[in-house]
């Protein structure tokens, strides 16, 4: 075995002072939507946001004094960068962190307040792990993996301690992976405690790597992902062990199951996950039967994530609902038309949120004009209802989403 639930414990001892004891909670609206019993683990709630921090305080704090004072390299997207970035200031520990250019840019600030030297480099992460190895031989500096390193895999096990304390009856843990640290870690500590509890994995479907892993090529398709956390090739050789081993079965879910997910998270939870945080909530959604009735751990593993991406797919989400919605309307262009088809749409409940007149590049008679209208509404029923009463008044009206 790579690491034992004493590595646990003792890391769980270890990094006590200096990471928070999460939220563990049932999610009362979210156990009916699901139909099984859904207890959330904040991990958001850590000081950077991640579990991450977990890992990199484990590892960090066993250097030897000669390393500490050397330093420390990472690559990351984002979460382990904060995390060895901040836990190496607060140690007095020099840091240095290779981040590939497509990371999210909260992320790469994040970890630039945190004093590290960041290093933009690579278009994926395996591009940037090749650059940051090449400087740690170079500057003789610590390469702190993010995830296939024992010490690290350790440190994140510390979640499902906390979880099984504060909820021993769990029937299942649904666990985010990426290069597989956090399951790898989870597993061994929980199936330890507990030998028939279920460890669940989750993949975004263009990084289905630790799938592809165990039940066969997928057909990997790469590119870019909401879950940029996850969105990782192929995983460890230390982690793959474990999974391998402890893990009951792997769900590869959709970019649009994700985005539900932070969706859902954000409306009913009033909580900020990133793409790979929700990506367990997502599982449970698109495969309900798979956990029906069942006690369910579920962990948010992060809330880094941009806020021009969270604006975006909150407002997707609500044109999905038919809550925000697009008219194509014929008008006659002539005065008092679009104060008449206005009044309507107001009359009706509708908010309107967007104008758009089209005359120019058209083939319409000259007389004539096309009117788009961004609407918001209560709901998707009130939209047809808008859509009805223009219809009445004689206007040519449709719903429009290109």
């Given at each position: 075995m790579t690491i034992t639930l004493?590595?646990?414990?003792?890391?769980?001892?270890?990094?006590?002072?200096?990471?928070?004891?999460?939220?563990?909670?049932?999610?009362q609206t979210l156990s009916k939507i699901a139909g099984a019993e859904l207890f959330l683990k904040f991990e958001s709630l850590q000081f950077t946001s991640s579990f991450k921090d977990r890992g990199a305080l484990n590892k960090l704090l066993q250097l030897s004094e000669v390393d500490k004072k050397s330093g420390v390299i990472a690559m990351s997207a984002g979460n382990h960068a904060k995390a060895v970035a901040y836990h190496a200031q607060r140690l007095g520990i020099p840091a240095t962190i290779v981040m590939p250019t497509s990371a999210p840019n909260v992320k790469v600030e994040d970890t630039q307040n945190f004093q590290a030297r960041v290093i933009l480099k690579g278009n994926t992460l395996e591009e940037a792990a090749q650059h940051a190895h090449e400087i740690s031989e170079a500057e003789n500096l610590v390469f702190v993996h993010p995830f296939n390193d024992e010490q690290i895999m350790a440190g994140q096990g510390t979640v499902a301690l906390e979880m099984l304390a504060a909820e021993p009856a769990l029937d299942c843990i649904v666990v985010p992976i990426g290069g597989g640290g956090l399951i790898s870690g989870v597993a061994t500590a929980a199936k330890s405690i507990k030998p028939d509890i279920k460890i669940i994995g989750v993949q975004v479907a263009g990084y289905p790597g630790t799938y592809d892993a165990i039940y066969g090529d997928s057909g990997y398709l790469g590119g870019s992902t909401i879950a940029e956390g996850?969105?990782?090739?192929?995983?460890?050789?230390?982690?793959?062990?474990?999974?391998?081993?402890?893990?009951?079965?792997?769900?590869?879910?959709?970019?649009?199951?994700?985005?539900?997910?932070?969706?859902?998270?954000?409306?009913?939870?009033?909580?900020?996950?990133?793409?790979?945080?929700?990506?367990?909530?997502?599982?449970?959604?698109?495969?309900?039967?798979?956990?029906?009735?069942?006690?369910?751990?579920?962990?948010?593993?992060?809330?880094?994530?941009?806020?021009?991406?969270?604006?975006?797919?909150?407002?997707?989400?609500?044109?999905?609902?038919?809550?925000?919605?697009?008219?194509?309307?014929?008008?006659?262009?002539?005065?008092?038309?679009?104060?008449?088809?206005?009044?309507?749409?107001?009359?009706?409940?509708?908010?309107?949120?967007?104008?758009?007149?089209?005359?120019?590049?058209?083939?319409?008679?000259?007389?004539?004009?096309?009117?788009?209208?961004?609407?918001?509404?209560?709901?998707?029923?009130?939209?047809?209802?808008?859509?009805?009463?223009?219809?009445?008044?004689?206007?040519?009206?449709?719903?429009?989403?290109?």
């Open positions: 004493s590595d646990i414990e003792q890391a769980a001892q270890r990094i006590e002072s200096a990471t928070i004891n999460t939220r563990f909670e049932k999610s996850i969105a990782v090739k192929k995983p460890g050789d230390l982690t793959l062990e474990v999974i391998d081993r402890l893990v009951d079965d792997v769900i590869v879910v959709s970019e649009e199951a994700i985005e539900e997910a932070i969706s859902l998270l954000v409306s009913i939870e009033k909580s900020v996950t990133e793409g790979a945080g929700a990506s367990g909530l997502a599982a449970v959604l698109s495969r309900p039967e798979m956990f029906s009735k069942q006690k369910v751990g579920l962990i948010l593993s992060g809330a880094n994530i941009d806020t021009r991406i969270l604006a975006s797919v909150l407002m997707r989400r609500l044109v999905k609902k038919g809550r925000i919605v697009r008219y194509k309307i014929r008008i006659d262009d002539s005065p008092g038309t679009l104060s008449n088809v206005s009044a309507t749409v107001g009359e009706s409940g509708g908010n309107i949120l967007e104008v758009f007149h089209q005359r120019m590049f058209s083939s319409l008679p000259i007389k004539e004009a096309d009117l788009y209208l961004t609407v918001e509404t209560k709901d998707a029923l009130q939209s047809e209802v808008i859509l009805q009463k223009l219809r009445e008044l004689d206007y040519q009206a449709s719903f429009r989403d290109d």
